[in-house]
């Protein structure tokens, strides 16, 4: 586990300049479980050098998967065949990774071997039923804690079974549990999804060969098949973009170019609440890469207006609320989130970490079991704790560039498990954002 570190944010300079974020974290963690498990040598390009990938890539080197890193952001991968994997000799350590442990509870569920999948302090307190239920149905056995929580004892050596089944979440790490299961099953697996989530699994598998057929908010696949190994280029992630975005839309003069970001429509439910704020984010140089549409974001500042967040963009922007509260945070007008749930069970309870960072700055936010109501104003300075949450830690490090004295941001270790360099990155556009004695 990393040392404590705290930051100490303050308003900066008008952001200028041009910025590559690092890559897709949903796409690095595939692209590497994928590769392991496929037929062949495939190399992987835009890694994310994030400690989240990084821990899923130490997890395959266990399972008896050759993996090379040629340079920074580049891993080779020398798969072993879906039937391949050896049986660890340890617990596998999934970090701080949601994904990480739910994707491969769905996979190790069904080899010929047990295993026990552990996670860092955040980790161990997220809710697992929503896969160990659903699995048990397919025929695995996968002890949790009472409450259902990390570690994931699983046995091995189960017969599975496909499913046809409606997920209770909207979740991408669910149904790719399910699916990843599906792979090993008799018979077929079919996940469809009370509302569409990032479509990542069902892509990458049809890349590597995989037989899939897939829809927004459906998957079916047949177990038995096998992976080809195949090249992946990762696209430049949205999720870490968008810090960038609400920074150039809030900081007056500012104007930032964000480079070839992956734009897939299940990943940029942020773009359209901050277009309905009245953003000026345009796409420029729209191309494809890795298979995923990409452009270059200009982002300049623009005076923002309180939304209604429509409810079915929530699944697209699940991961952006954090930041989405500091641009409501800047705005004219109160901003009102609902059916927003999940975040009280992500890296931190995003609810609750935002509210009570916004408010020990001066703002008024009014809590709801599944949202808030987000009153703007002036920021003023003081401490904020980001709970070990890489999100909440850097859209406090944004909102402190609007802040009138500067902000304390606790516990910003776990910025590194997503996003490695951001407060060098941020520097270098004209952020303050200093380690903090
Ligand atoms: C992810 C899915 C999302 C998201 C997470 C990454 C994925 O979680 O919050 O950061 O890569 O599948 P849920 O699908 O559980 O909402």
Not at 182 to 208: C, N
Not at 261 to 282: F, S
Not at 284 to 293: D, K, L
Not at 414 to 420: D, G, I, K, L
Request: proline residues 6%; hydrophobic residues 40%; aromatic residues 4%.
């Amino acid at each position: 586990m990393s040392a404590r570190q705290d930051w100490l944010a303050a308003a900066g300079t008008a952001l200028s300049g041009t910025v590559a974020v690092p890559g897709d974290k949903s796409v690095s963690h595939r692209a590497v479980m994928f590769a392991a498990l496929a037929d062949g040598t495939s190399r992987i390009d835009g890694f994310l050098e994030g400690e989240d990938t990084r821990a899923t890539a130490a997890i395959f080197q266990q399972l008896g998967v050759t993996i090379e890193t040629p340079s920074a952001s580049r891993r080779i991968v020398h798969g072993v065949g879906v039937d391949g994997l050896k049986a660890p000799s340890a617990p596998l350590d999934c970090g701080n990774a949601g994904t990480g442990m739910r994707l491969l509870s769905g996979l190790l569920a069904a080899q010929p071997f047990g295993s026990t999948l552990v996670g860092d302090a955040s980790l161990s307190k997220r809710p697992m039923r929503r896969v160990t239920v659903p699995l048990a149905r397919m025929g695995a056995r996968i002890d949790t804690e009472d409450n259902g929580t990390p570690p994931l004892r699983i046995h091995g050596g189960q017969a599975i079974t496909g499913i046809d089944i409606t997920t209770e979440v909207a979740s991408a790490q669910v149904k790719s549990a399910l699916l990843l299961a599906g792979l090993y099953a008799q018979g077929e697996t079919v996940v469809r999804e009370p509302h569409p989530t990032r479509d990542y699994t069902e892509r990458m598998l049809s890349a590597f060969g995989v037989q899939i057929e897939f829809s927004p908010g459906y998957a079916r696949l047949r177990g038995g098949q096998r992976l080809s190994a195949t090249d992946i280029a990762v696209p430049a992630d949205f999720s870490s973009a968008a810090f960038f975005l609400v920074a150039g839309s809030i900081v007056p003069g500012s104007q930032l170019r964000l480079r070839q970001v992956g734009l897939n429509p299940r990943r940029t439910g942020l773009l359209t609440a901050l277009r309905l704020m009245g953003a000026n984010i345009t796409e420029e140089n729209r191309g494809e890469h890795g298979g995923e549409p990409v452009a270059d974001l200009v982002v300049r500042h623009a005076p923002l207006r309180g939304i209604e967040v429509p409810e079915e963009i929530v699944p697209d922007m699940i991961d952006e609320f954090p930041i989405l509260f500091v641009a409501a945070a800047c705005a004219h007008g109160p901003t009102v989130v609902r059916g927003a749930a999940e975040l009280r069970v992500k890296e931190s309870d995003r609810l609750a970490s935002m509210a009570n960072g916004l408010r020990a700055l001066g703002l008024q936010v009014d809590e709801t079991p599944d949202g808030a109501t987000i009153h703007p104003g002036v920021l003023g300075g003081g401490e904020v704790d980001s709970h070990g949450d890489h999100r909440i830690a850097m859209a406090f490090a944004v909102a402190a560039q609007r802040a009138s004295a500067p902000v304390r941001i606790g516990d910003i270790a776990n910025v590194a498990t997503s996003f490695p360099d951001f407060d060098g990155l941020a520097r270098s556009l004209g952020m303050s954002l200093q380690p903090a004695d």
